[in-house]
């Protein structure tokens, strides 16, 4: 399996119930490198970029309002299949279908309150990754 790259956001009510620590631990614990790490808040701008797959949608406004209350961590990993195996410890979009023992199903709350926002694929994870990130910010 190659080494892949996944951008992570640490959503605001992951940072609001204070389980940044608890769920970094369990991508810790699954063997990814932490080659990106910071605070920001995003920006209008940003996220209409991030989410232009649904900002046309008549929901948007709500991702945008949440999104950008309060500051967030955003964090880039590295590891062999990545991508696909932080959505398999995230467990599904909507928290309220995740497996208990999932970090959506054990923090989340809904489809969009969430805990955090993965890549979805290896290529999604290099644009999300210079997205928020300047080519001096990630450490590999």
Same mark, same amino acid.
């Given at each position: $399996? ?21 769920? *970094? ?13 910071? $605070? ?48 398999? *410890? *995230? ?19 809904? $489809? ?13 994870? *290099? ?14």
């Amino acid at each position: $399996m190659a080494k892949e790259r996944s951008l992570i956001i640490f959503k605001p009510d992951c940072m609001d119930k204070r389980h940044v620590g608890a769920v *970094l631990a369990r991508f810790e614990a699954a063997g990814f490198d932490v080659i990106g790490c910071k $605070m920001t808040r995003l920006q209008p701008a940003q996220l209409r970029e991030h989410y232009a797959h649904v900002a046309s949608k008549p929901f948007y406004p709500d991702i945008e309002t949440f999104m950008s209350r309060r500051p967030v961590i955003v964090m880039a990993l590295e590891g062999e299949g990545v991508v696909n195996k932080v959505r398999d *410890l *995230l467990g599904p979009t909507d928290s309220k279908k995740a497996a208990k023992g999932t970090i959506r199903g054990d923090f989340g709350t809904d $489809m969009m309150v969430n805990v955090c926002h993965a890549s979805d694929s290896p290529a999604n994870g *290099l644009a999300e990754i210079a997205r928020f990130f300047a080519p001096g910010e990630i450490f590999a």
